[in-house]
């Protein structure tokens, strides 16, 4: 459900996404090409190895939940990316 407390017109406010894929090379080409794509600037990027795939972390902002959740679903369709969500919002309450 949207979150007024925290949407485009609250600079600070981020949206963090987490994903998994099967390297760090489809996963750094997933996150340029999906941020290339939208309106988001990327805050903060995490990779983490977790055995044969990487786990990443995204904290993005300037945009809404309709826009994290499309940024998410672009995410999702690039190749080596097994799965995608919007984790949650956090900024200034």
């Not at 485009?8 to 994903?19: I, K, Y």
């Amino acid at each position: 459900m949207p979150n007024p407390a925290y949407d485009q017109n609250d600079p600070e406010a981020r949206h963090v996404l987490r994903f998994a894929a099967d390297g760090a090379a489809l996963a750094l080409d997933a996150v340029r090409a999906a941020v290339a794509a939208s309106p988001a600037e990327l805050c903060n990027f995490q990779l983490k190895a977790v055995g044969e795939l990487v786990e990443g972390v995204l904290r993005v902002r300037q945009v809404d939940e309709a826009g994290a959740l499309s940024l998410c679903r672009r995410l999702a369709e690039r190749p080596g990316v097994l799965s995608s969500k919007v984790e949650h919002v956090w900024g200034r309450a």
